[in-house]
């Protein structure tokens, strides 16, 4: 606990409880800052929504900057485990199956990540979050091309790589609707076929 600061009040330090003072402060803070932007919602307005004293925002976000880096913290997991998306053989479907997930992942928290695009553009700390997860959606991708074409050429998958994390990249940027897909079955099919002339890089028929 740093010295000057009070306690916060019993029961109000658990992160995870429906009435945890931390949680709520967040609760709100997504709320305010998806309703009016980041600089024009003052503490004192999160305060008043999550129903705490101000100076318990105080107590847990030293800086009103250090909300959106708690925030960033929020976002879903977006480690995919390769085993679980990869088909032997198609590269299209595992891609598809791969890009399915990270779409169902973020759809979770759909406002808090459309925030955090919104805020990059005028925050360090939220852009090399954002950065670092584009560099995971890279590498997920190159491990699936790599588990389904372990022949091709390492620049060619490098640079397949890069593309479709673009495009998905691009994608969770704009989303807005909950359940929709990125759409991204052409990006697919084109790359796949690139890489591996042999396939068509279609979807297989259901049952297959």
């Not at 990270?102 to 925050?123: F, G, K, M, N, Q």
Request: net charge neutral; hydrophobic share 35%; glycine share 8%.
């Amino acid at each position: 606990m740093t010295a000057g600061n009070p306690s916060p009040p019993k029961g109000e330090n658990d992160d995870t409880g429906s009435t945890g003072a931390r949680k709520r402060i967040l609760d709100a803070a997504v709320t305010l800052f998806a309703e009016s932007g980041y600089d024009a919602t003052p503490t004192s307005r999160i305060a008043e929504r999550a129903g705490v004293p101000k100076g318990l925002i105080h107590y847990y976000f030293r800086r009103k900057e250090d909300i959106l880096v708690a925030l960033v913290d929020r976002l879903p997991e977006q480690n995919v485990p390769c085993e679980e998306v990869v088909v032997r053989d198609d590269l299209a479907e595992s891609l598809r199956r791969l890009v399915g997930e990270l779409d169902r992942r973020l759809h979770s928290s759909l406002v808090l990540s459309h925030l955090l695009w919104r805020e990059a553009d005028t925050h360090e700390v939220v852009r090399g979050a954002l950065h670092r997860r584009f560099q995971s959606i890279v590498e997920q991708i190159r491990r699936v091309i790599e588990a389904v074409l372990p022949r091709v050429r390492g620049e060619d998958v490098d640079t397949a790589a890069v593309l479709l994390a673009r495009a998905v990249n691009h994608s969770h940027s704009t989303a807005r609707l909950p359940g929709t897909s990125s759409g991204l079955d052409g990006e697919i099919g084109l790359i796949a076929r690139a890489l591996d002339p042999g396939s068509n890089g279609r979807p297989r028929p259901r049952g297959a």
